[in-house]
């Protein structure tokens, strides 16, 4: 992980943003800890791609610093963020971690609708936090334009998308046909993207990116994949 954190400290709170990775460019980012802000039981949480980063000491440290002013000065963690995001294009919302609370989620809303020229994307699998969500706020202004909410997909793993959000699915055997035939393989470089502005920060509802361990830019690999299973 390259790039470092800029610091917002209140006292003995400490809001770490990330100002961006390998993958992103110069997209910052906020983070929490995995696990105790994912769903229970995640079929991903032995394979997570931040399981081994997360556990360093310095990162781990930066996480709970994050999870801590959230929980204990919430005020100061929301106005670090709308500080930072006034000054960005594009945002993301925990490259590790999840939305751990119906609460947060409404504070994620609030920090879109103050900084209105920035766009906001999160991957998330806390989607029956989500879908309650979405319930209330539907029928009035539903979510700001400005952030993308995606569902991130494993394998059999039960989603209910109810309202047809955007999903992400990891590249395996038990992907469903539709994932396969309309998705968009992710060629590791948001910034490529967004200059086509073809990206995840530009995903619609309906929309589906497929997530591979390489940086495979053809998706003609994948359909074969799946026609080789429905002959066999």
Known sequence: MS??????TYGEHTVNISRGN?????????????LITCP??????KDCYMRRLS???????????????WKELPEWYWFSIIADCKARQYFRWHVCGDIPSEQYLFGMIHVAKETPN??????????????????????DEGLPSNLILVFSRWGTYPCDNKYNLPEAWVALDTMPEYAIKNGR????????????????????????VILTSSQKKE???????????GKS
């Open 3 to 8: 790039g470092s954190c800029k610091k917002y």
């Open 22 to 34: 390998q993958k992103m460019g110069e997209i910052h980012s906020v983070s929490l800890p995995r």
């Open 40 to 45: 229970a039981n995640i079929p991903c949480a």
């Open 55 to 69: 556990a360093r000491p310095s990162v781990k440290n930066t996480y709970d610093e994050n999870y801590q002013t």
């Open 118 to 139: 920035c766009t906001h994307l999160c991957f998330t699998k806390q989607y029956q936090i989500v879908n309650n969500i979405l319930d209330d706020i539907m029928e």
């Open 185 to 208: 393989v992710c060629i590791h470089s948001c910034e490529e993207c967004n200059m086509q502005n073809n990206g995840c920060f530009q995903m619609k509802q309906g929309d589906v």
């Open 219 to 229: 998706q003609d690999v994948l359909k074969e994949q799946f026609e080789r299973r």
